[in-house]
């Protein structure tokens, strides 16, 4: 069973930084999405790459978040730099690999001064 581990959430003021890690057991990271999911609210699609290494971000996002993989280190990361306070969420990794849909178990992260 593949198991995703998730770091690099905290507390970071506006216009701060942060890397979040997403860790799995094997190489699976060929399809793969960062999702979030702030209090009272869906869940929605922050950031996707592709088998071929493409990528696509929410509007929401875009410029400020870059989404990248380390095959090597079977880990993907999810950049964000200049934070907002409505980028407060519970952030969740996904890989669909095998035909199954594996998630991370969540990291929060809130932006607040």
């Known amino acids: 069973q593949v198991q995703l581990v998730e770091s690099g959430g905290g507390l970071v003021q506006p216009g701060g930084s942060l890397r979040l890690s997403c860790a799995a057991s094997e190489t699976i990271f060929r399809i793969a999405r960062w999702y979030r999911q702030a209090p009272g609210k869906q869940r929605e699609l922050v950031a996707g790459i592709a088998d071929d290494g493409g990528t696509a971000y929410a509007d929401s996002v875009k410029g400020r978040f870059t989404i990248s993989r380390d095959n090597a280190k079977n880990t993907m990361y999810l950049q964000m730099n200049s934070l907002k306070p409505e980028d407060t969420a519970d952030y969740y990794c996904?890989?669909?690999?095998?035909?199954?849909?594996?998630w991370g178990q969540g990291t929060q992260v809130t932006v607040s001064s």
């Open positions: 996904n890989a669909f690999f095998k035909n199954t849909n594996y």
